[in-house]
T-cell receptor
Framework: GIQVEQSPPDLILQEGANSTLRCNFS?????LQWFHQNPWGQLINLFY???GTKQNGRLSATTVATERYSLLYISSSQTTDSGVYFC????????????FGEGTQLTVNP | KAGVTQTPRYLIKTRGQQVTLSCSPI?????VSWYQQTPGQGLQFLFE???????NKGNFPGRFSGRQFSNSRSEMNVSTLELGDSALYLC????????????FGPGTRLLVL
């Protein structure tokens, strides 16, 4: 099946710093989503981005489908950005809906 | 529009029992998917239902089953519970069956003793 790798696994920042999270995937995909998992476990949608670039406030994402990777940028980080960030991909013929990476644990210190 | 809801939110069972979890999708959504999250295995796809038909199934034993009703609400059942079934079970919905944003519910935390 399709493999999804996220890096780094852990990231510790000071408030106000910028960061880049990476997601590599092993095959062409039809869909890619970024999520933030809050401390209570709920997955919050950040981006649906099978290709191209999108921005939402301090967050932006870029997917280069031909090179099989996606990047999530967080600028001017805040303590509320802490949590786990997941990348998930979908391939129509995979027999699965979303296949998740292992996540990046982000800690933003005040 | 109300989000995806899951009941119950927390559950404690003992080995050998069975459990049924419920998921109500966003109004108008016809696809419901289930995922299991554990510290060791991460987030794994269980199965997906679309218009009352199972569309895909992940690599889980037959003890894990599900169904979808005509109003798109879905239930999953786990029979003969094992300690390793302790997990956060997440449900997601979308309007179409693929290539579309999935929206997740708050999850059900199951503890098997």
């Amino acid at each position: 099946g399709i493999q999804v790798e996220q890096s780094p696994p852990d990231l510790i920042l000071q408030e106000g710093a910028n960061s880049t999270l990476r997601c590599n995937f092993s095959d062409s995909v039809n869909n890619l989503q970024w999520f933030h998992q809050n401390p209570w476990g709920q997955l919050i949608n950040l981006f649906y981005i099978p290709s191209g670039t999108k921005q939402n406030g301090r967050l932006s994402a870029t997917t280069v489908a031909t090179e099989r990777y996606s990047l999530l940028y967080i600028s001017s980080s805040q303590t509320t950005d802490s949590g786990v960030y997941f990348c998930a991909v979908e391939k129509e013929t995979s027999g699965s809906r979303l296949t998740f990476g292992e996540g990046t644990q982000l800690t933003v210190n005040p | 529009k109300a989000g995806v809801t899951q009941t119950p939110r927390y559950l404690i069972k003992t080995r050998g029992q069975q459990v049924t979890l419920s998921c109500s999708p966003i109004s108008g959504h016809r696809s419901v998917s289930w995922y299991q999250q554990t510290p060791g295995q991460g987030l794994q796809f269980l199965f997906e239902y679309f218009s009352e038909t199972q569309r895909n199934k992940g690599n889980f034993p037959g003890r894990f089953s599900g169904r979808q009703f005509s109003n798109s609400r879905s239930e999953m059942n786990v029979s003969t519970l094992e300690l390793g079934d302790s997990a956060l079970y997440l449900c997601a919905s979308s309007w179409r069956a693929w290539q579309e944003t999935q929206y997740f519910g708050p999850g059900t935390r199951l503890l098997v003793l």
